[in-house]
């Protein structure tokens, strides 16, 4: 399959006034689904923190979800993306080097050298955004048209509801840096088709150049997508997150994924779905009721551990949540981009490798990487997975506690995540 008019049918550009400033918000009808992203900054030197210090961390964070949820907002979703992509670690020495002045005094330049070598320079440029996703509904709309206009009004009402989020990142120890209006946003749509664009770069974005020029999907393992201004085409290849892990884990479990990956562009995304506890738990009762109906226990036989195992973990779910743990559905996606074919089989087998050292199983999304891609932008999260609740373990310690879904009919097709 190829294609040149590689955009989204019936997406629609919305532009929300908060307090904060403008935010692009993308509605794709066929979805049902608003789409906004704003830019934010984790805590610095988590993993340097101790035991205490994480554990109220992670307890912030849990309060962000549950005040979501149960909030009475329209907020549903919200889908952390991780973006990292190498860079030289010595392009600034050379910049310096290149912009020297030859007339400058000998002391002058002594005196920068001996700053750029003191500077830490680093060699990944890691960016972490949140994707909300707000879903569209009767009451909405008809809020909406008390307004002037209906996009007039659908700015204003989507505007309040992500200032409000945004005023309570603070409490979740999360630092706000922008919200992406149309320029950043198609700025980062056109950066992730093509990585040799820099994100910050919005000069002549706008809802009609952040599409590449040409995309090629005849490959069935990958996506071949050429912007409007490059002559090569870059490489893509996504796959999704098929099972999280089913035994408590440590917060830091995706730390292979994330930090010890080097030299590879790589997109990171993982939406969470938010539920009311009441739902959670009659959900996580429903997968119990599930796991022990699917075990075997003919008399004779001997019983599979690995039912065992999650028979115990989708148990250990139902009663975080009766104790008071965020419920949360997740979906994850892993992307990588390359500007070579081989090197992009390469760079699917060391991901693949981080994956299971963070007790990941990834499944490629081969021979549907073109409808990821015309999805991506405004679509709505896919059906969940599986489920997560953020608990304290019995050390005081943060884990987070996942169970995998096994009920074929709820697991549904693997769709695009939004923006990712």
Request: proline content about 6%; aromatic content about 8%.
């Amino acid at each position: 399959m190829r294609t040149t008019r590689p955009v989204p049918e019936s997406l629609e550009w919305i532009t929300a006034r908060t307090a904060y400033g403008d935010i692009a918000v993308l509605l794709q009808p066929a979805e049902g689904m608003f789409v906004a992203c704003i830019e934010v900054e984790d805590a610095k030197n988590f993993g340097g923190l101790d035991g205490a210090d994480k554990e109220s961390l992670i307890g912030a964070y849990e309060y962000l979800l549950k005040e979501t949820a149960e909030s009475g907002g329209r907020i549903e979703y919200v889908q952390w993306l991780a973006r990292l992509l190498p860079t030289d670690p010595n392009a600034h020495a050379h910049d310096a080097a290149a912009r020297r002045d030859p007339a400058a005094p000998s002391w002058l330049s002594d005196s920068y050298d001996q700053l750029v070598d003191m500077v830490a320079v680093h060699a990944e440029d890691r960016r972490l955004f949140l994707v909300l996703g707000i879903p569209y509904t009767q009451e909405l709309s008809a809020e909406a048209l008390q307004y002037t206009t209906l996009y007039e009004g659908y700015g204003e009402v989507l505007g309040k509801e992500i200032e409000a989020f945004i005023r309570s990142l603070s409490g979740a120890q999360l630092r706000w840096v922008r919200n992406l209006d149309e320029p950043a946003l198609a700025s980062l749509i056109h950066h992730s088709n093509a990585p040799d664009h820099w994100i910050n770069d919005t000069r002549g974005m706008d809802r009609a150049s952040c599409w590449p020029a040409e995309m090629d999907a005849r490959v069935p393992s990958r996506m071949a997508a050429r912007s409007w201004e490059g002559a090569d085409p870059w490489y893509t290849s996504t796959a999704w997150i098929k099972q999280f892990p089913v035994l408590p884990v440590g917060v830091n479990f995706l730390a292979p994924l994330l930090l010890y990956v080097s030299d590879v562009i790589l997109t990171v995304g993982v939406t969470m779905r938010l539920l009311p506890a009441d739902k959670a738990l009659e959900d996580a009762m429903a997968d119990v009721t599930n796991e022990a109906g699917q075990a075997d226990r003919s008399p004779g036989k001997i019983a599979d551990p690995r039912e065992d195992r999650e028979l115990g973990a989708s148990a250990s779910t139902m009663y975080d949540l009766a104790n008071g743990a965020a419920g949360v559905r997740l979906t994850g996606w892993v992307t990588v981009t390359s500007p070579d074919p081989e090197l992009l089989v390469q760079h699917r087998n060391t991901v693949r490798a981080a994956a299971v050292k963070s007790q990941l199983a990834l499944e490629w999304c081969d021979s549907e990487q073109y409808r990821r891609s015309a999805r991506r932008a405004g679509a709505q999260p896919s059906s969940p997975s599986s489920r997560c609740t953020t608990r304290r373990s019995r050390r005081s310690s943060a884990t987070l506690s996942v169970t995998r879904r096994t009920s074929p009919s709820r697991h549904g097709s693997p769709r695009a995540a939004p923006c990712s």
